[in-house]
């Protein structure tokens, strides 16, 4: 159907556009005008975007959507409408599912039960190594021919560094990009939070920053040795971003996003075992949150994901080293961006960028913006609206959030995939 949103601020940063223009979109779901309507056009349905933001939709390059394998946790439906509820369009899933995502037969399983639901655009990442063991290499070509959009052995660490670097060399013969969780196993030891003040206190075995430093050394070596394009998922510490930074003024190709929890959280939010605040990479101390918020307002960071978990009730209730990691976090996802822009961190549109065609760019995927012909693919949020983030108002299945009671800034009214409105605030 065609429609225009019509007197919102429309920000598309990559097409330098910022500023109060009408959005027109045609019957086939593509932007057919920007500002001025295209003509001959007549739109069928209008929204009135007054007062509101109208941006691309974003990208989430990580999100666990719990099926096939651990539907007691979350299904492919409830989490596809709570990204869309947060104005999510595009999202990316890791292999770690069970069956893993390690064949065509696979990903296209996972594409298709996506396609039912007509929501977001689902795109999975493949298995690096079958059943993610380390042992032996996937067939990437097969997978990426299948749609998988990048290639990671998710958590699962290849610790053998010679596989790791045969699998960086079919990766970059193939031009195709590695997601790269990078952990030392032997330092991560078993713990379950930063070695720090906070796990000495608590006597929980802790995680070193070492344990991320070290991966990041080891697999920035092999990118060098093999010129593998490759991006680090989910940094946690100031050494790494730096150390991403320094291989990037090096010219290689490397990219890097942390989560939105790790640029406000600290391990001091663990507070007594609060079994909330238990995710991988750890929540580390200020100094880290600080270097991270360094790297993504100098660019170096080049995508906030939110590393969304859903688990169980019961996956918390065990005692904090034996509770499941991770945030249910797609609903926190622009919310805690726009926490970044009050606290004049980024501007409203690096906020954007970050979100939208930045993480696009990534995976190679066509979407993330706005430009003539593209898919209309839109977020409408605003700005202004504050409230409260409770049990109730989560649409993910997970209800394991440590931001539940928090007041935000900033709500989705709308969101369309393809040119049809898939979400719209219900009205009270």
Request: aromatic share 4%.
């Amino acid at each position: 159907m065609s429609l225009v949103i019509q007197g919102g601020h429309l920000i598309d940063p990559a097409n330098n556009v910022d500023g109060k223009k009408d959005l027109f979109i045609d019957d086939n779901g593509f932007v057919a005008g920007v500002g001025k309507a295209p003509s001959g056009f007549r739109a069928k349905k209008t929204i009135d975007a007054r007062g509101r933001i109208v941006c691309p939709g974003l990208v989430d390059l990580r999100a666990r959507l719990r099926e096939p394998g651990l539907e007691y946790k979350a299904t492919i439906e409830s989490e596809v409408r709570a990204a869309v509820a947060a104005g999510i369009t595009t999202l990316c899933c890791p292999p770690d599912t069970l069956p893993v995502i390690d064949t065509p037969a696979m990903a296209q399983m996972l594409q298709s039960r996506a396609w039912r639901f007509g929501l977001a655009f689902i795109h999975p990442l493949g298995a690096l190594t079958q059943r993610l063991e380390g042992k032996l290499l996937a067939d990437m070509e097969a997978l990426d021919e299948a749609g998988c959009v990048g290639f990671t052995n998710a958590l699962s660490p290849v610790t053998d560094t010679l596989v790791m670097r045969r699998a960086l060399e079919y990766a970059a013969t193939l031009d195709l990009t590695v997601f790269l969780h990078a952990e030392d196993p032997w330092l991560r030891n078993g713990g379950c939070v930063h070695e720090g003040e906070v796990g000495t206190r608590l006597g929980l075995a802790g995680i070193p920053e070492a344990a991320e430093t070290v991966g990041v050394a080891r697999d920035l070596a092999l990118i060098e040795q093999t010129g593998c394009r490759a991006h680090f998922c989910g940094l946690s510490s100031a050494r790494a971003a730096a150390m991403v930074a320094a291989a990037q003024k090096k010219g290689l190709p490397v990219s890097a996003d942390t989560t939105a929890h790790h640029l406000h959280l600290t391990e001091h939010d663990i507070g007594d075992f609060n079994t909330q605040c238990h995710v991988r990479p750890p929540l580390r101390g200020k100094h880290d949150r600080e270097g991270l918020r360094k790297a993504i307002s100098n660019g170096t960071l080049s995508a906030i994901c939110s590393d969304h978990q859903p688990h169980e009730p019961d996956a918390k209730l065990a005692p904090f080293a034996r509770s499941e990691p991770g945030i249910s976090a797609l609903e926190t996802l622009l919310p805690l961006t726009l926490r970044l822009v009050d606290e004049k961190l980024l501007t409203l549109t690096e906020a954007i960028a970050l979100l939208t065609h930045k993480p696009a760019e990534i995976i190679g995927v066509e979407t993330g913006h706005l430009g003539i012909g593209a898919t209309a693919d839109v977020c409408i949020f605003d700005p202004e609206t504050r409230w409260t983030l409770t049990e109730d108002k989560l649409v993910s299945r997970g209800h394991n959030t440590p931001f539940l009671g928090q007041t935000f800034r900033g709500r989705v009214t709308h969101t369309l995939v393809g040119g049809k409105l898939v979400y719209e605030t219900p009205k009270i």
